[in-house]
């Protein structure tokens, strides 16, 4: 990381984060057919109705976009549905989009890295 | 009614061949789960499964008739073929007229299906294989069974995912009971080891990467396997009169649907299905000692499996040994509630309970006793072998000591 942040402006990596949120708000927007306007940052995945198959097909479309790999079981992903989101258990990954965003980014930019190094 | 009892069992599995290596594996815990090495692995997440590997189809087929077969329709009836002789059955034309051949399997030929769209979309080839349809129809294995026994009565194959298997067993032994044929071969087979099965199975987010650790609060999920179970079923009258070896009378069976949830498990559901296998074999809960789990390693469904358990059992739920087979045998899909009816059958001839194997650690989630990684001798009048599909579909199968 360290190596990445010296080696990009600081604009281009601000204008790559406003991509990220408007690329990952429209992915779960889609997959849960719901207006994009509706998700903001703050918008808890929980409260939009979402069931397990469906956070892994958000997974599954965030991965597509930015050809990353996001490490999730399928029991988190049921944590992370409404259906089961009372249940407890360990801390979840991510809990808002933005952190869904925060996590893409993180795993954007540690894809671009070693490029960045050379 | 008649009665219905297992006069043949045969098994082609992740430990073994045999019916004798097969039962000694599941009582050794010893795990069939290891590196993948039948298919190439390199774009693969998920290096283990629980292969077959001591089987050569040179030994079993000519390679005229092999050229017709897919892996999951050789591993059908060389199981088939196992139960018949095991059940010393004699294949009159009297018998093969009435005969039913039922066989699950959740899916079909996948390995030539990924072989020839390999060879399609990969390798731009111009045609496929003209065998290619009649080796991976999802009918293959039973037409196959049918073909090479000569059995000609009520013949099918049941897809219900991982229940597959067991409502195979469960049509048969229905049938058998009615009297619409004496004797039936029935079980179940699968071959989804394939680079596209995989695939779609780390996509759903449930595979282990290490091993399956049924019931076990360290479980990391499940992992694939392949194989075949098949049996001989027939009237208890008839096997009597012939003297054939008798393993265990099958006396209910169960189904329901969940109609919730295309994969995750349902308790209600799955222990509505579990009372009425109890009501179909006329016992009740107490007289249950022994429930050969679906319990495939996976966070939720051996959770959920357990709150089934103390809905269908109430308070006998904490008298009763449960355990899996995954962790020796991986989840054979198809195959899976066939194999598992295998080693229940064999735990009721044998008075003996398999154990979950890979055990580590108790989970509050699941809190019955699990015969964690050693056998346990025991005696067992009744038991019952589950089966929780994706899909919704649950199937349960009751049998008796002979």
């Given at each position: 990381m360290a190596v990445l942040e010296s080696g990009v402006d600081q604009t281009e990596a601000a204008g790559n984060a406003v991509a990220v949120i408007d690329d990952v708000r429209s992915i779960i927007a889609k997959s849960l057919n719901i207006p994009v306007e509706r998700l903001t940052p703050e918008t808890r995945l929980d409260e939009l109705g979402a069931e397990s198959l469906d956070v892994i097909e958000i997974v599954f479309g965030l991965e597509e976009k930015f050809d990353i790999t996001i490490p999730l079981k399928a029991d988190e992903a049921t944590r992370l549905?409404?259906?089961?989101?009372?249940?407890?258990g360990p801390e979840m990954p991510f809990s808002t989009v933005g952190d869904v965003a925060d996590i893409v980014q993180k795993l954007v930019d540690a894809k671009v890295s070693p490029k960045v190094a050379q | 009614m008649n009665r219905v009892v297992i006069t043949g069992i045969g098994v082609v599995s992740p430990i073994g061949s045999t019916r004798e290596k097969f039962w000694s594996g599941l009582i050794e815990a010893r795990s069939g789960i290891g590196p993948i090495t039948i298919i190439p692995t390199e774009r693969l997440n998920t290096k283990i499964a629980a292969q077959?590997?001591?089987?050569?189809p040179a030994q079993h087929f000519d390679p005229k008739k092999l050229g017709m077969l897919d892996r999951f329709a050789q591993f059908a009836v060389v199981a088939a073929r196992a139960a018949v002789q095991d059940a010393q059955l004699d294949i009159t034309e009297e018998i093969a007229l009435q005969a039913a051949t039922i066989v699950g399997n959740g899916a079909g030929g996948m390995n030539t299906l990924d072989d020839s769209y390999f060879k399609l979309y990969g390798q731009n080839a111009t045609r496929a294989h003209p065998l290619s349809i009649p080796r991976l129809m999802a009918n293959a294995a039973c037409s196959q069974v049918s073909m090479d026994l000569g059995l000609k009565g009520p013949t099918f194959t049941i897809a219900s995912a991982c229940a597959s298997g067991t409502h195979a067993i469960g049509q048969a032994f229905q049938m058998v009971r009615l009297g619409q044929t004496p004797v039936a071969l029935a079980g179940g087979t699968e071959a989804c080891i394939t680079v596209g099965t995989i695939k779609g199975w780390e996509a759903l987010r449930?595979?282990?990467?290490d091993t399956c650790r049924p019931f076990s609060r360290t479980r990391t999920g499940l992992v694939l396997g392949e194989g075949a179970a098949m049996f001989v079923l027939e009237t208890r009258e008839r096997a009597v009169a012939r003297g054939a070896p008798i393993y265990a009378e099958l006396s209910g069976f169960g189904m329901s649907a969940?109609?919730?949830?295309?994969t995750a498990i349902d308790p209600d559901g799955a222990a509505r299905a579990m009372r009425a296998a109890l009501i179909d074999a006329r016992?009740?809960?107490?007289?249950?000692?022994?429930v050969n789990a679906?319990?495939?390693?996976?966070a939720l469904n051996d959770k959920g499996e357990t709150i089934a358990l103390h809905k269908a059992f109430g308070a006998s739920a904490e008298h009763l040994a449960v355990s899996s087979r995954k962790g020796v045998l991986g989840h054979s899909l198809g195959a899976a509630g066939a194999l598992e009816f295998a080693a229940t059958a064999l735990a009721l001839h044998h008075q003996t309970i398999p154990p979950t194997a890979n055990y580590e650690e108790a989970d509050p989630d699941c809190d019955l006793d699990y015969v964690p990684n050693t056998a346990r001798n025991s005696p067992i009048q009744n038991a019952m072998s589950s089966s929780f599909a994706f899909g919704g579909l649950n199937a349960v199968l009751v049998l008796d000591r002979a």
């Open positions: 549905a409404a259906a089961d989101n009372k249940s407890g | 077959v590997l001591d089987f050569d449930v595979l282990s990467t969940d109609a919730g949830d295309i016992v009740n809960p107490e007289d249950i000692d022994y679906h319990g495939t390693g996976t």
